[in-house]
């Protein structure tokens, strides 16, 4: 199941962490060229940033504002680096699980490779089960390439960190990320055989993202509007660097990717291919 | 090797298959024949677990294809319709691919089938012709020891060279030991040169079936002249027992029976008509008489 998920997967598995990479060096070169300013105090918390240029004047603006408030950058708080990189991984893993899921036995109906898939000695749930792990299994490596090569530029432009960071920043992307797995192949078990073949590939991955973007801009915690917003992001991602909560991840992949992965199972064993 | 009883699938409220019950003896080379929508497609996928049946049973060497269809899917080798699969995988991965599924998968054996087609290992399956992807599978199939091939279409795209190696594989290996074949396919003269039993679907319904030869030897045509007055009474003979069907060319009535012409004659020269004449059909005439629907889009 990995091999054949390799070959189908592997133009798109390898521009994954590249595109991750990229987004993350835009953040730390503009990290560099400007000043971070974090409030937290009786009118909220927030992040300001301002080009390093013209940044004194906002600067004594924004310490008449908020006086408790910090002045941050690259230089004198080294972890925005990877704090930029974590808010940014956080979002886009998401996106790219759904993408990683596109395709497979529930996307295969029209073409007749899901019935030939079928005609092999493995029972249905299987199927789905490994595809989910293989799937998980792309998403970890996704994460780990990603904070591998994030960790090994910091390194080289000097900014020191903690190696554990390279084995929890992973676990937690992909954790974070992993229910998208369960929730994308209901969805392709929803669509599955009422398109054609072309639609059939594109339109649960469609949903499924939309449903990623929709959640991240309902639910409390939003990350989404740092997606557009790149201030809010970090401060988001400061948040959860500060309060690492473990549970929350573990929780959402317990209910949301497991409950929805039986019941793809549950249609899945039940559909006529 | 295979029962079916009662064996019905409805998709929606649309019946594909009704009410099939229907035996493959072990050893035997069967065909499904019928016309587009006749239900052979679902009726194979229905033994492979593929389609749920609606109600009805089937086994397949003893097993339940509800129950046991893993096993059954261990036992069975399968040549699906659509021969265009896996396309993005090289002709080598697809075969790694499948063999890694079968204890008894020979990957030498695979190699040198595909030499002697010469279809390159490193070939994109989306690359190759629907024929040559029809044969990559034949391959991987033979690659290892299935009691029972479950075939859809096998020789569609082929070109008569290959379909020539094909069949002639495919006798070989059904003449080896206790193997059995089922191939669903509208090309009767393949049909007819490597099968020895045959089974008509019409409808989703078992509109015959047996041995061919018994087939053969027991379908008989009666052609009978009119008179001038054309008096042949077609109603009364269409009620006939052991009167299939009735098919007017020209002057000419053409009465196909099952199993005892002899009556048939013996009533037809009761009514005072021209001594009818008894002729042997084909494969393709049996088809015909038992497949109305397709002989009145033929005609």
């Known amino acids: 199941m990995i091999r054949k998920l390799w070959l189908e997967l592997r133009l798109l598995f390898t521009i994954l962490p590249i595109a991750l990479i990229l987004f993350t060096l835009e953040y730390t070169w503009a990290f560099q060229h400007a000043n971070i300013m974090y409030y937290s105090d009786k009118d909220g918390y927030g992040l300001v940033m301002s080009p390093v240029a013209n940044s004194a004047k906002e600067i004594e603006s924004f310490l008449k504002e908020h006086p408790q408030g910090l002045i941050l950058s690259l230089q004198n708080s080294p972890h925005s680096y990877f704090l930029g990189f974590d808010g940014i991984a956080r979002t886009l893993l998401p996106f790219m699980v759904v993408a990683l899921c596109a395709g497979g036995i529930l996307s295969e109906k029209n073409n007749g490779t899901a019935s030939y898939s079928l005609s092999l000695p493995v029972s249905r749930s299987s199927w789905i089960w490994s595809r989910a792990g293989a799937l998980l299994f792309l998403s970890f490596l996704t994460a780990l390439i990603s904070c591998a090569v994030t960790y090994a530029l910091a390194q080289w432009m000097g900014i020191a960190h903690g190696l554990s960071w390279l084995v929890t920043e992973p676990v937690l992307l992909t954790l974070g990320a992993a229910p998208w797995i369960g929730v994308s192949l209901y969805i392709q078990s929803l669509f599955s055989g009422r398109f054609d073949p072309a639609s059939e590939a594109i339109i649960p991955v469609a949903v499924t993202a939309l449903l990623v973007f929709l959640t991240d801009i309902f639910l409390p915690n939003s990350t989404v509007n740092g997606f557009g917003n790149p201030y809010l992001l970090l401060m988001d991602a400061a948040e959860s660097v500060a309060h690492p909560t473990l549970w929350k991840p573990l929780l959402a992949t317990g209910i949301v990717g497991i409950t929805s992965l039986l019941l793809a199972v549950r249609r899945f064993e039940r559909m006529d291919f | ?299």
């Open chain 2, 1 to 299: 090797m295979i029962t079916t009883s009662d064996l019905t699938k409805h998709f929606g409220k649309a019946p594909a298959v009704s009410g099939l019950t229907w035996h493959v003896p072990e050893g035997s080379i069967y065909g499904l024949l019928g016309q587009n929508g006749a239900g052979k497609s679902t009726t194979l996928r229905m033994l492979l677990g593929m389609v749920q049946p609606t109600s009805g049973t089937a086994e397949i060497a003893g097993l339940d294809i509800r129950r046991d269809s893993v096993a059954i899917r261990r036992m069975a080798g399968y040549i699906p319709d659509q021969k265009s699969i896996h396309g993005q995988l090289r002709v080598a991965q697809f075969l790694r691919f499948y063999g890694g599924f079968f204890a008894d998968w020979s990957w030498d054996r695979a190699v040198r089938q595909l030499d002697a087609w010469q279809i390159p290992l490193k070939s994109r399956m989306k690359k190759l012709s629907k024929g040559m992807n029809a044969k990559v599978l034949l391959a991987a199939v033979f690659a290892r020891e299935p009691r029972l091939l479950l075939l859809d279409e096998p020789t569609e795209g082929l070109d008569p060279e290959s379909t020539e190696e094909v069949l002639s594989l495919l006798a070989g290996w059904a003449a080896d030991g206790d193997r059995s074949i089922v191939i669903s396919s509208h090309r009767l003269e393949e049909i007819e040169r490597i099968c020895d039993h045959v089974a008509f679907l019409q409808s989703g319904r078992l509109a015959i079936s047996g041995r061919l030869e018994e087939l053969q030897s027991s379908c008989k045509a009666i052609d009978v002249q009119n008179d001038a007055n054309g008096t042949i009474p077609l109603d009364a003979i269409r009620q006939w027992q052991d009167v299939h069907s009735t098919v007017p060319m020209g002057n000419t009535l053409r009465i196909v029976t099952q199993r005892t012409p002899e009556t048939v004659i013996e009533r037809l020269r009761g009514l005072g008509l021209r001594e009818p004449v008894i002729h042997d059909l084909n494969l393709r005439e049996i088809y015909l008489a038992f497949c109305p629907r397709l002989k009145e889009t033929l005609s």
